[in-house]
């Protein structure tokens, strides 16, 4: 029984509904009903486990998108990842992003 | 000699870096560093004044793109638009939005 590593820890923000279709740096069109999410350096199709210590809601995403592009920021999650972790009216919170085992 | 019709009043924001060469809903590829915006309903190739009260300073950008897709905000502002009115920081501010004359 392995413990989930602790990846990073700061404020994750979710998409713009611009960005529906549009195309991610892993080349595959982004769409906000999938659980996928942007981080600056995990490798694309990383499967990591985005909390919040707050509510204790959490949510796995695949990364397959570069960002986030505003500083303090550590991950961009799509819109239904941020409806899972109840954070579309707040916009942005704090998260603990943790790997898969 | 005419004077400035008031369009609209409320928040600006600016484009994620995200967007940056992406298609726009005219067709155009989006352009940080054009003096471009998003308004929900203006006709593609609208030119219109945006000011901050706050601070007196303006710019004038053409419409080449629909949003923005936050409640509460009125105008999308490239980059190098919303650099003009000294909102980078900020990230968001109230404006005014009036006809070119």
């Given at each position: 029984h392995e413990t989930p590593e602790?990846?990073?820890k700061g404020?994750?923000?979710f998409y713009s509904d611009?960005?529906?279709g549009q195309?991610?740096?892993s080349g595959e069109p982004f769409d906000q009903q999938a659980l996928t999410a942007a981080h600056p350096?995990?490798?694309f199709g990383t499967e990591v486990i985005v909390t919040r210590?707050?509510?204790g809601r959490e949510v796995t995403v695949l990364?397959?998108?570069?960002?986030?592009f505003v500083r303090g920021r550590i991950i961009d999650l799509s819109k239904r990842a941020a409806r899972e972790l109840g954070m579309i009216n707040r916009g942005t919170v704090p998260v603990l992003v943790t790997s898969v085992q």
């Open positions: 602790l990846i990073d404020i994750a923000s611009r960005f529906q195309t991610t740096a350096s995990l490798p210590p707050d509510n990364i397959n998108d570069r960002g986030p």
